[in-house]
């Protein structure tokens, strides 16, 4: 079983910053491909980015694409999801999610991808 735990949201002004935190635990972090998702009020969980067990491989929506970029550090369990120039579209719970890749260092982009979800964190930019 893993757990996740996020941290690092808040309450940013557009054009700002923040950088996410992702703590893993219950499993070997290298073998996890991890994943971010966000859900704002009223719409759909959507996918942010991905991050392959490897770190050699990343995905973002195209929305974040030269804004957002994701990275981990196997040793202390944490992926990371720095987000730069916010927006208020950028405005939701931010979650991160985890699955076993021991076989295929790849990304993955649909929720149904994953397993094991944080209980997410909540970003509001305002203008």
């Known amino acids: 079983q893993v757990q996740l735990a996020e941290s690092g949201g808040g309450l940013v002004q557009v054009g700002g910053s923040l950088r996410l935190s992702c703590l893993a635990s219950g499993s070997t972090f290298s073998s996890l491909a991890m994943g971010w998702f966000r859900q704002a009020p009223g719409k759909e969980r959507q996918f942010v980015a991905a991050i392959s067990r490897s770190a050699v491989y990343t995905s973002f929506v195209d929305s974040v694409k030269g804004r957002f970029s994701i990275s981990r550090d196997n040793a202390e369990n944490t992926v990371y999801l720095q987000m730069s120039a916010l927006r208020p579209e950028d405005t939701a719970v931010y979650y991160c999610?985890?699955?076993?890749?021991?076989?295929?260092?790849?990304?993955?982009?649909?929720?149904?991808?994953?397993?094991?979800w944080g209980q997410g964190t909540q970003v509001t930019v305002s203008s």
């Open positions: 999610a985890a699955r076993v890749a021991s076989l295929q260092d790849s990304t993955y982009t649909a929720g149904n991808d994953y397993v094991y």
